[in-house]
């Protein structure tokens, strides 16, 4: 209790005295962790192991800055202050909120009260484990880092290319029994950071799609030290990219850029590490590592979520929702207030997610209806068979199994009533923010869906693309054979999983709750491939990373069931286990390889990854590889044109661009929301500014909003351009002010 007073107090000192590293450190440690741990302290919440601790701390931690913050954009304004997030307002009222808090925790632990100060953190035993296997574990985010510097100043992706042997190794070394299980929660934790820092920190510049929006957003609150919660965009709901950024920019004296690419990531890293906590407690050590693994192996995990910073958040909240699932220490009032917390932070995190998590509750709900029916239970015990006989391979004792058993004796997270709170509270919110921009969106996307039933059931255009892809259907440029090939095979492991675990249900050690989640994600990834729109709506790979929260251990007890199947009758069932782990991680290992792109930057394939093929993918004849890293990396040339414009022009002129354009660089560093899309028909009536970014006068590529217009020629507006006034040039970007002359 004093060391966090004393951060209390410490973190102003830094903060008044500029000193870098120290204060971004120190207020880092201090808005992430010490409001989270003090209202735990608060709540009576005791015996929780660190993983707990952390993820719970943290997740508080950022729900009291996000309805901090909205309750002081709210409410200062009536008390005469203009500009409520501002650093001075925000510090004063983090400051004054987390020392209440601090003094009602004293009150309730001191002595006379009752309550004891909680000692049991349950540490991890470093006792007895090398320095070497520590040392291997924590090697993963150095070379990470040192590789991408390498990467990004000296163009040498060789140390960076030693990241994913290294990882590897680990993951063998797991796989045989030879990495000592207590270190697998820092085995977790230091390849998640590894792999979202490579990925991350490419360029000094933002890194994707979606998050050059989510900027221009938190732009717009930091420079008018206001959250206009009535602005007509859906992110614009999202607390998490409007307000969070913000008051962790202001008092880290970080550029808004480097929260997204550092501080974000970091706080991201805790999803696999509480994942892995939730699968170790109804599998086994070794099985939850290879879980959360398949899990950080999944290209969107290291690559799409990094882009996306209000699903970053609203992911750690979702698996925060898990662990009360499936907690012993926290029961009654404590579980739903905490249920209450989470949820509601969800919903003002991201509006997507809610939806999913909400649907994903509906169905759960119905599935434990299903799972307590006498009929549907006599059902599959006859279509037991002979399985019925067997036991499930969960690597378990059945002293664990009694344990999970006994979670199901009481609804905990599914309940009618907590979905009933979810939705009126979704509901509400995104009526009040955004003019209902998130409901007219979920509206428009059931609508289309109810649509495409009648009129494009059968239709493959009514799919998602990636989607067909990975079925098979369609060539994608990024998407190799081989890695389709390796795909198909844990969707079978996936399968022989949910199967296995449908068939000897009881007979599992899956808490009741966290199965009707995971058959709920099946059932909806299922309705992604049926329905016409679905996937493409909600974006499949988005929709299959949620759905893999629930998934990944089945996939790995799958391959286990597949690969130990013609060894059912052999005696020494060990051995047979232990080989089953083994080759499910030589698969687990060549889908990790290959989704990272590893294996085609070292066989000078078409490149895939961006941190290790960054050259080559520059360099490539293949217009989607080129339009592909034009898209997620800005060059300093895009970035010092967009930022040109937005000084120069006059803001009553429209500005024509091309799709990428209009949606990264002028976007985020132009600050410049509304432009008209420049496509190979445009007529130009009247003034107004054309601006062509690298891609566009390098290659001669324009991109297009649509699938018939996803690529053309910039030679196809030549003549348009020859009629206009260039004035702006750096030698890889241009803009021209035009004056209605067309050819």
């Known amino acids: 209790m004093l060391s966090t007073i004393g951060i209390d107090i410490i973190a102003p000192v830094f903060l008044q005295a500029g000193i870098s590293l120290i204060r971004q450190a120190v207020v880092f440690v201090y808005l992430t962790f010490i409001p989270g741990i003090v209202i735990l302290r608060v709540l009576g919440v005791r015996s929780l192991n660190l993983i707990e601790t952390a993820l719970y701390s943290v997740c508080l931690s950022i729900a009291l800055l996000m309805f901090l913050g909205l309750l002081i954009n709210e409410t200062y304004p009536g008390l005469g202050i203009t500009k409520p997030i501002a650093v001075l307002p925000v510090t004063i009222t983090v400051m004054i909120v987390v020392l209440l808090l601090l003094t009602t925790a004293y009150l309730r632990e001191k002595p006379g009260s009752g309550l004891r100060p909680n000692t049991n953190h349950d540490l991890t035993e470093v006792k007895g484990i090398s320095r070497f296997s520590i040392f291997g574990v924590l090697l993963p985010p150095v070379v990470s880092i040192v590789g991408v510097f390498l990467v990004n100043f000296f163009r040498m992706n060789t140390v960076l290319l030693f990241l994913f042997p290294i990882i590897s190794v680990l993951i063998i070394l797991a796989s045989l029994g030879k990495l000592d299980h207590r270190l697998y929660p820092l085995a977790t934790l230091m390849i998640a950071v590894a792999l979202l820092y490579q990925f991350s920190l490419l ?28 602005l007509l965009d859906t992110i614009n709901s999202a607390l998490s990219v409007t ?6 920019a202001q008092l880290m004296n970080l550029d808004i850029v480097w929260v997204f690419k550092v501080v974000y990531p970091l706080i991201f890293s805790l999803v696999p590490l509480g994942l892995y906590e939730a699968y170790r407690r109804q599998t086994s050590a070794t099985i939850a590592f290879l879980s959360v693994f398949f899990f950080m192996s999944f290209n969107s995990f290291f690559n799409e979520m990094l882009w996306l910073g209000r699903q970053q958040l609203a992911t ?10 499936l907690s012993r220490k926290i029961s009654g009032w404590k579980r739903n207030l905490l249920f209450l917390v989470f949820s509601a932070s969800l919903v003002v995190s991201h509006y997507a997610t809610t939806y999913l998590f909400m649907i994903c509750m509906f169905i759960g709900i119905i599935f434990l209806y299903l799972m307590k029916s006498p009929f549907l239970s006599k059902i599959l015990q006859n279509l037991k ?48 923010v955004s003019s209902s ?7 428009n996307a059931g609508a289309r869906v109810w649509n495409g039933l009648s009129s494009g059931f059968l239709l493959a255009s009514a799919r998602d693309t990636t989607l067909l892809h990975a079925l098979g259907i369609g060539q994608g440029v990024l998407q190799h054979q081989s890695f389709r090939l390796v795909q198909y095979v844990t969707f079978l492991f996936i399968i022989i999983g949910v199967l296995e675990y449908v068939m000897k249900r009881r007979g599992t050690s899956f808490d009741e709750e966290f199965g009707a989640m995971m058959l709920a994600c099946t059932s909806i990834f299922v309705a992604a491939v049926v329905l016409p729109y679905f996937a493409a709506t909600l974006d499949i790979s988005r929709i299959y990373f949620f759905a893999s929260l629930f998934l990944a251990p089945f996939c790995i007890l799958g391959g286990v069931t597949m690969f130990t199947f013609p060894l059912r009758n052999h005696s020494i069932r060990a051995n ?3 080989l089953g782990l083994i080759l499910v991680a030589i698969i687990l290992l060549a889908y990790f ?26 360099t490539s004849n ?59 028909s445009t007529k130009i009536v009247g003034t107004g500014y054309i601006y062509l970014n690298q891609l566009n006068v390098v290659a001669g590529i324009m991109t297009g909003s649509t699938q018939n217009t996803t690529f053309w020629k910039t030679s196809d507006i030549s003549s348009l351009l020859n009629c206009q006034d260039t004035i702006y040039s750096n030698g890889f970007c241009e803009t021209y002010f035009s004056e209605g002359k067309g050819p």
């Not at 900027?215 to 009535?230: C, G, I, Q, T």
């Not at 307000?243 to 962790?248: F, G, K």
């Not at 921009?437 to 509206?443: C, G, K, N, S, V």
């Open 243 to 248: 307000l969070v950024p913000v008051i962790y």
């Open 437 to 443: 921009a998130p409901l007219i969106a979920i509206a």
């Open 385 to 432: 068979g002979f399985g019925a006989k067997a036991k499930t391979v969960t690597l378990q004792s059945a002293t664990q199994s009694s344990l999970a058993q006994n979670l199901t004796a009481e609804r905990k997270l599914l309940t009618k009533a907590g979905l009933l709170f979810l939705f009126v509270f979704a509901f509400s919110w995104y009526t009040y």
């Open 203 to 230: 360029s000094p510049y933002l890194v994707g799609w979606d998050i050059n929006h989510e900027y221009y957003l938190a732009k717009l609150v930091e420079s008018s030290s206001v959250w206009n919660s009535a």
């Open 622 to 680: 293949v217009t989607e590889v080129r339009a592909y890293i034009s898209g997620l990396v800005l060059s300093d040339q895009d970035v010092s044109s967009a930022t040109w414009l937005s000084t120069s022009r006059n803001v009553t002129l429209p500005v024509y661009a091309d799709f990428t354009s209009s949606t990264h660089a002028l976007q985020s560093y132009g600050l410049i929301y509304q432009t008209q899309e420049l496509t190979n």
């Open 593 to 618: 390889l290959l989704s990272t792109g590893f294996i085609y930057e070292v066989t000078k394939d078409v490149p895939s990854s961006v941190s290790l093929s960054m050259e080559r993918m520059k």
């Open 316 to 325: 750690l909240f979702v698996v925060a929702l898990v662990l009360l699932i």
């Open 576 to 578: 047979k286990q232990k």
